[in-house]
């Protein structure tokens, strides 16, 4: 993994997996996940960070499975 870093302009959690150009992306709910031309993952984007990180510390004090929908 290259880096994490937080987007306040637009709420995201931005996943930098590695340094290869991005062909394409692909959008499942509150995630897009960006490709090279061969489909290996280059970048991953959580929308919504501020209510995922909520969602996941309530799961984490609650002992609860986290479920993205």
């Known amino acids: 993994m290259k880096r994490i870093k937080y987007s306040s302009d637009v709420d995201a959690v931005l996943v930098e997996l590695n340094d290869s150009p991005i062909d394409y992306a692909e959008e499942f709910e509150d995630i897009i996940i960006h490709y090279t031309r061969s489909g290996e993952p280059v970048l991953l984007e959580f929308l919504d960070a ?14 609860k499975e986290v479920v993205f929908a």
């Open 50 to 63: 501020k209510q995922l990180s909520v969602n996941l510390i309530n799961s984490i004090v609650n002992n």
